[in-house]
């Protein structure tokens, strides 16, 4: 297993790591089990969570099957504060109160004495940057945190909170996990060469479009038995005519390198300058054997160079960035303006 530094930390990561998004909802905690002793013994040893997959279950599972034969020692854990986890107008956002109570409770559920990488889960501008900073740099500071990072902020805010830390002299992110796959390499445009200037570490997720890029759908309107589209988690917004015009430009690419599409895709992604791991949401043990199965493959720059030609760098046909940042961001903004 290759292993890169996150950003310009010292902190080395497996370059695949494990999401657990649906661990207490799909995947059961005997299958996660296995899928964390099969992770480890293939060298990763980098593994991400949150407080709201499945209201805690998520982190609890995780940490259940960390606790045991010292597994925890080994591992990078990344887990997420600020969306909601009770009914009161201080259950979610990022502000001091929400964040130390989030932190203490996501210490308990992991079983842990401290988390590798803190996420704020997305941009809230109604509490103060300096606010979220500085809570963050007492977490850091108090051996509750090891390292900090952002999930789903933009390019300006980022710079904006990197100047504010070398000003005060607080813990700097070290890490950003945005949307990133062949349907949607919006984050080209800007987000990537930002982080690269100011080492944050690219920890992306869908990078097979949340199962899009398998090839298992030949229409909009298809709904494969056991598919997210069965069950409503894919909007139309993502699965467009777009997009499986380009699935099916790109599969024969796939097959030349003797590779399903998923694996070439993930390939592609691990591949990509500014990224460090791409994050599998592996909920079989069968998902993870195959991604493993990408861990030599590199693709050619003759391969990359007709990826390009396929999907432009920068261009989108699903939606994955613009909803869960600018859409996601301008409510907070009309609601400061009092509109």
Not at 272 to 300: C, D, F, K, N, Y
Request: charged share 25%; with cysteine.
């Amino acid at each position: 297993m290759e292993y890169r530094n996150l950003g310009r930390s010292g902190l080395k990561v497996s370059s695949l790591c494990i999401g657990t998004m649906t661990w207490g909802i799909s995947t059961d905690e005997e299958e996660a089990q296995r899928i964390v002793d099969e992770a480890l013994d293939h060298g990763i040893n980098f593994f991400d969570t949150a407080n709201v997959y499945a209201q805690g279950a998520s982190e609890e599972i995780l940490g259940r099957a960390l606790a045991r034969d010292g597994k925890r020692e080994r591992c990078v854990v990344a887990t997420k504060f600020t969306g909601r986890m009770g009914p009161g107008p201080n259950d979610s956002g990022s502000s001091r109160r929400h964040m130390m109570l989030a932190c203490e409770a996501s210490l308990r559920r992991l079983r842990t004495d401290w988390i590798d990488l803190y996420y704020v889960h997305f941009m809230d501008l109604e509490t103060p940057l300096e606010e979220i900073l500085q809570g963050l740099d007492d977490l850091v500071r108090q051996g509750k945190v090891r390292y900090i990072g952002t999930s789903k902020w933009v390019p300006s805010l980022i710079a904006e909170a990197v100047m504010a830390s070398l000003h005060y002299g607080w813990a700097r992110f070290v890490a950003e996990q945005p949307p990133y796959n062949l349907l949607d390499r919006s984050i080209e445009k800007e987000l990537v060469w930002t982080c690269l200037r100011h080492g944050i570490g690219l920890v992306t997720w869908a990078p097979l479009a949340t199962g899009i890029l398998s090839g298992q759908y030949q229409s909009v309107d298809d709904r494969p038995k056991g598919s997210r589209a069965e069950t409503g988690g894919i909007s139309a917004s993502r699965l467009t005519e777009g997009a499986l015009e380009r699935v099916r430009a790109l599969k024969p690419l796939a097959e030349a390198r003797g590779l399903t599409l998923a694996q070439f895709a993930l390939a592609w992604v691990r591949q990509q300058p500014g990224v460090t791991a791409p994050i599998l949401g592996v909920r079989t043990v069968e998902h993870l054997r195959s991604a493993l199965a990408i861990e030599e493959v590199r693709l050619t720059p003759e391969e990359l160079q007709r990826v390009d030609e396929i999907a432009p760098p920068g261009s989108a046909v699903s939606d994955y960035w613009d909803a869960n940042t600018f859409r996601r961001l301008w409510p907070q903004v009309l609601r400061q303006w009092g509109r």
